[in-house]
């Protein structure tokens, strides 16, 4: 069974910086593009970056400069550096996975940016 487990997420200060993991298993996670998604209290998941098998990297617009997304095959792991956050930034943030046609999410971890 794939399973995403989310790490990393707190409370910082605009300005700051954090680091988010997703753990997998359950599946090849070097074979299979990954992705970080978001969603703010009372607004829809949005995109924020995505990875591929390869390393190749395409993020949002908002994030650009900002975000680096990453990736370690050899412990099922992808990351996103968060610089210069700001209070719109405040959401949960997943991890996901596409696996034979369907979406596998992570439990989300939730990142908090004061003003």
């Known amino acids: 069974q794939v399973r995403l487990v989310e790490s990393g997420g707190g409370l910082v200060q605009a300005g700051g910086s954090l680091r988010l993991s997703c753990a997998g298993s359950?599946?090849?996670?070097?074979?299979?593009?990954m992705a970080w998604h978001r969603q703010a209290p009372g607004k829809q998941r949005e995109l924020v970056a995505t990875?591929?098998?390869?390393?190749?990297?395409n993020y949002a617009d908002s994030m650009k400069g900002r975000f680096t997304i990453s990736r370690d095959n050899a412990k099922n792991t992808v990351y996103l550096q968060m610089n210069s956050l700001k209070p719109e930034d405040t959401a949960v943030y997943y991890c996901?996975?596409?696996?034979?046609?369907?979406?596998?999410w992570g439990q989300g971890t939730q990142v908090t940016v004061s003003s």
């Open positions: 996901k996975v596409r696996v034979l046609g369907s979406d596998y």
């Open positions: 359950g599946t090849i996670f070097s074979s299979r593009a």
């Open positions: 990875i591929t098998s390869g390393g190749s990297a």
